[in-house]
């Protein structure tokens, strides 16, 4: 087989999604709503700051299991200049793309729990239908919300960083991860609400859950987490859209960058010792939990 050939049989899907997100991009420049009105508009300087952002976006996601809404969608707000409701918009948007390819990548490298993924995905749609849906409700409340996020993450982040530097623990190791369908799927439909709620991934809730309410393996938590985000960043990032909360063509551009550097996280993250792993697990949970909380207060952090 040559060279062309396994490239070829080893990043098929992220190449076809990289030619979709280019299609999609024809179509949208042809009916004029490639760019929003009233935002930035996208320059050469500003497609670049948006594929960069997408890059280290879509590795950090790779490599931790998650969509990288903690990179992009403050980068979106404070660094590009959009406002709040259409940078959570856009950034959910892009992660469609970013845990397909990031999902799809594990899956070749079987760092993920099939039965586990359709339970958690298959009903976490529902809870993310039903976080949609209060949303409107419950959107004045939205510092509250963050506030609780942030204290209801300090916990595992903490015991993330311990366990990173002491690394005193013996991993668990296997392929698959323990738990009923009941419980799984209850687990899912808890972070479909989160994410239908917040605008997020999922993935911050997803990976410190299994690891310590399921005891998940690290490696298999971070594959699972992604295939799982994909049914919810595509349902939510496609409310987000209808609702016209999505700059359509930053959206896409992001989710270039986010294919590639997924691609780059998910090949790489076996190089890392599970001390290792959870240690920069827990410095960025620590880091969305310091987020949230500061805002609820109205000090803002990057």
């Not at 004029?32 to 300087?45: C, M, V």
């Not at 709620?197 to 310590?212: E, F, R, S």
């Amino acid at each position: 087989m040559s060279k062309i050939s396994k490239l070829w049989q080893s990043y098929k899907f992220p190449i076809i999604l990289l030619i979709a997100i280019l299609l999609l991009s024809i179509l949208a420049l042809n009916v004029g709503i490639f760019e929003k009105e009233g935002l930035p508009p996208l320059t050469s300087q500003l497609i670049t700051t948006l594929l960069v952002i997408g890059f280290f976006a879509g590795v950090l996601g790779g490599l931790i299991g998650t969509g990288g809404c903690a990179i992009m969608l403050p980068a979106l707000h404070f660094w590009v200049g959009y406002p709040a409701p259409i940078a959570v918009g856009t950034t959910l948007f892009a992660v469609i793309f970013t845990a397909t390819s990031g999902g799809c990548g594990h899956l070749v490298r079987r760092n993920l729990d099939k039965r586990a993924t359709l339970w958690l995905g298959g009903v976490g749609v529902l809870g993310v239908l039903l976080g949609s849906a209060a949303f409107a409700l419950l959107s004045e409340n939205g510092a509250l919300i963050g506030l609780i996020l942030g204290l209801a993450f300090l916990l595992p982040s903490i015991r993330m960083i311990w366990e990173g530097v002491i690394d005193t623990k013996k991993p668990h190791e296997g392929n698959t991860i323990l738990g009923s369908p009941k419980k799984l799927g209850g687990f899912g439909f808890v972070v479909g609400i989160l994410t239908g709620l917040v605008g997020l991934g999922g993935g911050y809730a997803l990976v410190p859950g299994l690891i310590y309410l399921f005891g998940a393996p690290v490696y298999i938590t971070m594959g699972t987490s992604l295939a799982t985000m994909i049914p919810l960043a595509l349902v939510g990032g496609s409310i987000k859209l209808a609702q016209g909360f999505v700059a359509l063509g930053a959206g896409l551009i992001l989710a270039g960058g986010t294919i590639i550097g997924a691609q780059i996280g998910a090949a790489v993250i076996k190089r890392f010792k599970t001390s290792t792993l959870k240690l920069i697990f827990g410095l960025y949970f620590l880091y969305v939990s310091a987020k949230f909380i500061a805002a609820y207060f109205g000090v803002m952090i990057w």
